[in-house]
T-cell receptor, first 113, second 106 residues
Framework: ETGVTQSPTHLIKTRGQQVTLRCSSQ?????VSWYQQALGQGPQFIFQ???????GRGNFPPRFSGLQFPNYSSELNVNALELDDSALYLC????????????FGNGTRLTVT | KNEVEQSPQNLTAQEGEFITINCSYS?????LHWLQQHPGGGIVSLFM???GKKKHGRLIATINIQEKHSSLHITASHPRDSAVYIC????????FGTGTSLTVIP
């Protein structure tokens, strides 16, 4: 059984650029959720995908968008990067949404300069 | 106001002490999760519970659905327990607390 893997592990971008982060779900999991964690803060929910459809979204602007693929892997896209987007981005997979344990990847550390 | 509140924010304990971390939430939930985050970012799910109590080794988690409150207890604490402990609740999406940073001193 493979765990949740995220790529890349670290990324440096310039303000105004666009970035794509990737996540491979744990085998058999059909739900993936993305989180932004600023230094010293708890994770903030960005959105969740279930069977390729977005079925929940936190308080993030539309320039944060995502995709889930038929194999349940997922992407997080952020357009027009801002300095405040610098954070650890975590992906977690689970079975059937909120009623099963979360399995987290190790995250992607994004720095916007 | 956050949907999930944790206390304390920071906790320092001597090795061997009994530790309690508290979590209160304000939304209806299907489950409550206790997570452990070590320096560097990796998060591990410790417990998922919707009623009663669960125990795993030296860790015990309890939940009171009526009072919308959960506690995580660590018995005979050890320096390797030093980490950030995060409470999260789930229904259709997840809401996270800001975490409790625990340091256990030898």
């Amino acid at each position: 059984e493979t765990g949740v893997t995220q790529s890349p592990t670290h990324l440096i971008k310039t303000r105004g650029q666009q970035v794509t982060l990737r996540c491979s779900s744990q085998s058999g999991h059909n739900t993936v959720s993305w989180y932004q964690q600023a230094l010293g803060q708890g994770p903030q929910f960005i959105f969740q995908y279930y069977r390729e459809e977005e079925n929940g979204r936190g308080n993030f602007p539309p320039r944060f968008s995502g995709l889930q693929f038929p194999n349940y892997s997922s992407e997080l896209n952020v357009n027009a990067l801002e300095l405040d987007d610098s954070a650890l981005y975590l992906c977690a997979s689970s079975l059937e949404g909120g009623g099963s344990p979360l399995h987290f990847g190790n995250g992607t550390r994004l720095t916007v300069t | 106001k956050n949907e999930v509140e944790q206390s304390p924010q920071n906790l320092t304990a001597q090795e061997g002490e009994f530790i309690t971390i508290n979590c209160s939430y304000s939304v209806g939930i299907s489950a409550l999760h206790w997570l452990q985050q070590h320096p560097g970012g990796g998060i591990v799910s410790l417990f998922m519970l919707s009623s009663g109590k669960k125990k795993h080794g030296r860790l015990i988690a309890t939940i009171n659905i009526q009072e919308k409150h959960s506690s995580l207890h660590i018995t005979a604490s050890h320096p390797r327990d030093s980490a950030v402990y995060i409470c999260a609740v789930s229904r259709n999406q997840f809401y996270f607390g800001t975490g409790t940073s625990l340091t256990v001193i030898p």
